[in-house]
């Protein structure tokens, strides 16, 4: 799927868990409402049309890992954070490729993309193969929660589920995670 992540360096590990330091980075960015595995697909179609070329000056932007997914921050605010729910909102994201700066990377001709610039963010994050199946992701990220739970972790936002592997790879060859930001 990609050759480009995102810099980071793991400041520290503890079985499945590690806390990472993500450099800033830039994504490109859609919210799509409706059932969590039909809005992750529909934000990929909307997004993988803006790296292959609909955007201002036509440039195709090579396809970067990892594809994320979190809920909206509205809805983050309102109710409990669940994958399961419709009629929630999602945030999905493509990373960018390192090369390009917010002057340099092509404007989205669609006004549903979005370029964000992230600054430098400590995460906590536990990786787990396997289908992004809601039971998979429901364990994995209540791992997490418990984990960052346990270790009294300040956190800033959702979880944030993070796919590297096209649809195509084998269940035991995938890499997933989940991301929690954290304060501090």
């Known amino acids: 799927m990609a ?7 793991v400041e520290s590990k503890d079985g499945d868990f590690e806390i990472r330091r993500y450099e800033p980075l830039l994504a490109a960015e859609v919210t799509v409402g409706g ?3 039909a809005a992750i697909s529909q934000g ?9 070329g ?14 994320t997914q979190q809920p909206s921050e509205k809805i983050a605010m309102t109710v409990p954070v669940t994958q399961q729910a419709t009629g929630n909102e999602w945030k999905v994201r493509f990373i960018m490729p390192a090369q390009y700066t917010a002057e340099t990377l092509p404007v989205p001709n669609n006004k549903a993309v979005r370029i964000v610039a992230e600054p430098a963010k400590r995460f906590a994050v536990i990786r787990f193969s396997g289908w992004s199946s809601e039971a998979n992701l429901s364990e994995h990220r209540a791992l997490l929660e418990a984990w960052v739970k346990a270790k009294a972790l300040p956190t800033a936002g959702p979880p944030v589920a993070a796919f590297y592997n096209p649809p195509w790879s084998l269940p035991f060859l995938r ?5 929690i930001e954290l304060t501090g």
């Open 175 to 179: 890499r997933n995670e989940y991301q």
């Open 44 to 52: 990929f179609r909307l997004l993988a049309d803006f790296i292959f």
């Open 54 to 67: 609909n955007n201002t000056s036509k440039t195709k932007i090579e396809m970067t890992a990892p594809v």
């Open 35 to 37: 059932e969590r595995s």
């Open 3 to 9: 050759s480009d992540e995102p810099a980071y360096s």
